[in-house]
């Protein structure tokens, strides 16, 4: 059945909603809510957000509805958190937003023009290095250390990218990883100089990945998700001859490592 939107009571329900949060923070509603500050929730925000994009790497799209709904409710509670502590209201998150996405989109609230979706992308990223540098903050001073370290690290490769600072080919990448690896090879296994040869490593790695329009965090996952299903797959193995996978000699699991790979492949 086709759903036809009615903005109107879209708009209804999401004051509703707002609402229903404030109703929560009452002096006479939820214990619970009402204990709750903005450090004591911000890792919700986080785990939502994870939950919704599962739902959407699942392609579960009913998944993804409930699931955008609790990211909302992070975004709605976080808000009347604030409002009620005089800090801003959610009226305030919806009108910066909807100023930063106008003042960003001149080509399409303004009198710039539309080019190709790369060009769009250059001119936000000037737009926001404007709006910085008219801040008086550093490129890279505003991204969260908080962010997974994958999903930091093309963050701040890709701002500086954005600035200009950028290998002229894959192959100069590719000629950084291995220098890299080189170095790592000239240190202590386990020491302090291994671990910053490692960490310029996956750096450049996630370079290598953005410079082939690659997302990093996606590929590893998928290499996660790759590794658990061939190991499944392993276990089912050892168990058919009565046998479990931890007991068996490495070779053995190699053996049943490279069936797993082949019966995937097969399929």
């Known amino acids: 059945m086709e759903h036809i939107r009615d903005e109107e009571a879209d708009r209804h329900r999401f004051d509703e909603f707002v609402e229903v949060i404030a109703r929560l923070r009452a002096p006479d509603g939820c214990p619970w809510d009402r204990e709750q500050t903005h450090r004591s929730i911000a890792k919700n925000m986080v785990e939502e957000?994870?939950?919704?994009?599962?739902?959407?790497?699942t392609e579960d799209i009913a998944g993804l509805r409930e699931e955008l709904g609790d990211v909302l409710l992070q975004v709605v509670l976080q808000s009347q958190?604030?409002?009620?502590a005089g800090e801003f209201s959610i009226g305030d998150v919806v009108a910066g937003i909807i100023d930063k996405i106008v003042r960003r989109h001149p080509h399409v609230f303004g009198e710039d023009s539309t080019g190709t979706a790369h060009e769009v992308h250059k001119r936000w990223d000037q737009i926001k290095r404007d709006e910085k540098a008219a801040k008086g903050t550093g490129l890279l001073d505003d991204v969260p250390h908080g962010m997974?370290?994958?999903?930091?690290?093309?963050?701040?490769s890709r701002k500086a990218v954005a600035a200009g600072f950028e290998w002229?080919?894959?192959?100069?990448?590719?000629?950084?990883?291995?220098?890299?690896?080189?170095?790592?090879?000239?240190?202590?296994?386990?020491?302090?100089?291994?671990?910053?040869?490692?960490?310029d490593i996956l750096f450049t790695v996630v370079n290598l990945a953005r410079k082939q329009g690659i997302d990093a965090e996606t590929a590893l996952r998928g290499t996660c998700d790759k590794f658990r299903r061939r190991w499944r797959r392993m276990e089912e193995q050892a168990a058919a001859v009565g046998s479990e996978l931890a007991a068996l000699p490495l070779d053995e699991k190699e053996s049943l490592w490279r069936i797993a790979k082949e019966g995937e492949r097969g399929r």
């Open 49 to 57: 957000a994870y939950e919704a994009v599962h739902a959407i790497e």
């Open 81 to 84: 958190i604030a409002a009620d």
């Open 148 to 156: 997974p370290a994958l999903m930091l690290a093309q963050t701040i």
């Open 168 to 199: 002229e080919s894959l192959d100069g990448v590719i000629d950084k990883l291995h220098e890299e690896v080189a170095e790592l090879a000239q240190t202590e296994p386990g020491s302090d100089e291994a671990a910053d040869e490692i960490g």
